[in-house]
């Protein structure tokens, strides 16, 4: 199984700052024959279930603010929050599609300072 | 416009057999490269990838609950079925149906999830 590792656990930003998330695999995401990264990010609100915020490690789902970002390659992947605003408080997580089972890191919950 | 609802009890005793119904509307899981998954999330924790059906009939399981897990579809009635057998406390949790695609790969659609506690 490709585990997912996130860091920090938890961040405290304040508003209108940058925040920025990290999420390490223990594999390679990255697929060579598309040159693809199958790692994905999805925020969660309380009491909500995940929603899409970014595909193939840097593509923005339609609908997302784009203070949000993705970067990275291989095993080593970014969240970035330009901007931070009171909505973006969430949980956020990472999930490969890579290879099955398809798993997701433990979460980084995102607070205001 | 693609949505989805997860339906089933609330409470289930030790050792019982789970069913759970994804209703959807917005897409026909008979189209090519249409799935949908399963993922539950215990209280407070992180997300858990559980099953995964698509067009075709293909079904993908997780490894660890693979033994307990059935996953069908009812193209008739727009509905994705899961099944887990030998239900224990840890198996509390908030299940959600998502839909997904082969061109993706990613759930984009997901229902609002349905909490099932197990205890006696």
């Known amino acids: 199984d490709i585990v997912m590792t996130q860091s920090p656990d938890s961040l405290a930003v304040s508003l209108g700052e940058r925040a920025t998330i990290n999420c390490k695999s223990s594999?390679?995401?990255?697929?060579?024959?598309?040159?693809?990264?199958?790692l994905a990010w999805y925020q969660q609100k309380p009491g909500q279930p995940p929603k899409l915020l970014i595909y193939?490690?840097?593509t923005r789902e339609s609908g997302v603010p784009d203070r949000f970002s993705g970067s990275g390659s291989g095993t080593d992947f970014t969240l970035t929050i330009t901007s931070l605003q009171a909505e973006d408080v969430a949980v956020y997580y990472c999930?490969?599609?890579?290879?099955?089972?398809?798993?997701f890191g433990q979460g980084t919950r995102l607070e205001i300072k | 416009q693609i949505t989805l609802k997860e339906s089933g009890p609330t409470l289930v005793n030790p050792t019982q057999t789970l069913t759970l119904t994804c209703s959807f509307s917005?897409?026909?899981?008979?189209?090519?490269?249409?799935?949908v998954g399963w993922i539950r999330q215990p209280p407070g924790k992180a997300l858990e990838w559980l099953a995964l059906?698509?067009?075709?009939?293909?079904?993908r399981y997780s490894p660890s609950l693979k033994s307990r897990l059935t996953i069908t579809k009812d193209t008739s009635k727009n509905q994705v079925v899961l099944t887990m057998t030998n239900m224990d406390p840890v198996d509390t949790a908030t299940y959600y149906c998502?839909?997904?695609?082969?061109?993706?790969?990613?759930?984009?659609?997901w229902g609002q999830g349905t909490l099932v506690t197990v205890s006696s």
């Open positions: 594999q390679s995401v990255l697929h060579s024959s598309n040159n693809r990264n199958y």
């Open positions: 193939w490690a840097s």
């Open positions: 999930h490969q599609y890579y290879s099955s089972p398809l798993t």
């Open positions: 059906i698509y067009w075709d009939d293909d079904k």
């Open positions: 998502a839909h997904r695609t082969q061109q993706r790969l990613v759930f984009g659609y």
């Open positions: 917005g897409f026909s899981v008979t189209t090519s490269g249409v799935g």
